[in-house]
Structure formats: structure tokens, C-alpha cells
């Protein structure tokens, strides 16, 4: 008798969990897509405002690499860089354009890693809190790259798929 009780939670649960992800899986894409396009925009606009906490970084790394750009044209054309990466990833099939714009945002990114170690690092291998922001965006990438793959190899299913269907009806 016990058992049948088990066995119908266990039932019962599973089916529940099932469930629980089919629905992770149905949102997962808008909200990956929603998520990048807030943060990418958000953080481009307060880069615009000369709000960033990055603000500090942004212009070290300015001053040792882009010094001949004036600042104010500087900061918001990164700024307005990041917020057209943003604003491309919430159209699906363009997420290609936003990754190649995100390389050099990313070197750009990382450079103080290795080019400005005093700002980002409090001994080897433990990053200070600016440290800690750049390499967030590890994560960054990584919702970018799967983003872009998921929507690409999405879209080939679509094409072999419609292919499929015109060749069947000739």
C-alpha cells in the first residue's frame, strides 16, 4: 500500500517537474534576449550619463588608448555602442551582428585585466570589485553566444524543414 502512495507522488512530482521545465524551456529564449537587451542598455545609458560605476575604468582605459577622441564623444559612443548591442538582440535572426560588435566591446572590456592589473586585481588571482564587474561579463558572453547559436540553429531547422515541405509537394 505504501508503496502505491510513493509511487503515485513520485508520478505525480515528476510530471510536475516535467512541467516546470517544458515551461523554462518555452521562456528561456525571450527572457535570455530581454535580459541582455536591459542590461546592455541600461548600462550603455548610464555610461551616456557619466553614470556608470565603471565610470572610473572607462576613462583610464580612455586615457591610455583613446586620448586623441575627445571624452564626451567618447563616452557616448560607447555608451550608444552598447545600447545597439542591446537593441539587436531582441531581434531574432540579427543576434550575429550584435556578436560581432560584442568582440571588441569585449576586448575593450578585458583589457584592464592584463593592461591595467593595479586598477582590477588586489593580489593574484583575487579581483578587486572593478576586477569582479569585467569578469562578469564572462557571463555575458556566454548568454550571447547561446543566444545567438540557439536562434541560428533554429533557423536552419526552419529552412531544411520548409525545404522539406516544397519538395514534397512537386
Same mark, same amino acid.
Given at each position: ?14 510530471? +510536475? ?45 580612455? !586615457? ?29 535572426? +540579427? ?26 586585481? +588586489? ?8 576586477? !569582479? ?28 524543414? !520548409? +525545404? ?7
Amino acid at each position: 500500500m505504501s508503496e502505491g502512495i510513493f509511487s503515485r507522488f513520485n508520478h505525480s512530482r515528476i510530471a +510536475k517537474e516535467n512541467a516546470f521545465f517544458l515551461f523554462l524551456r518555452r521562456i528561456s529564449l525571450p527572457v535570455s534576449r530581454f535580459s541582455f537587451f536591459l542590461v546592455f542598455f541600461w548600462f550603455g545609458i548610464l555610461k551616456m550619463m557619466e553614470l556608470s560605476p565603471a565610470h572610473g575604468v572607462v576613462h583610464t582605459i580612455y !586615457q591610455h588608448t583613446a586620448w586623441f577622441i575627445p571624452w564626451n564623444v567618447f563616452i557616448l559612443l560607447f555608451g550608444v555602442y552598447d545600447c545597439i548591442i542591446g537593441i539587436i538582440f531582441l531581434f531574432p535572426g +540579427k543576434e550575429k551582428w550584435a556578436l560581432y560588435m560584442l568582440i571588441p566591446h569585449a576586448i575593450t572590456t578585458f583589457a584592464p585585466l592584463v593592461l591595467l592589473p593595479g586598477l582590477v586585481w +588586489k593580489s593574484f588571482f583575487v579581483p578587486n570589485l572593478i576586477g !569582479q564587474y569585467i569578469i562578469k561579463n564572462l557571463v555575458i558572453i556566454a548568454l550571447a553566444i547561446f543566444i545567438a547559436s540557439y536562434e541560428e540553429e533554429h533557423r536552419e531547422h526552419r529552412l531544411l524543414n !520548409q +525545404k522539406g515541405k516544397s519538395g514534397s509537394l512537386t
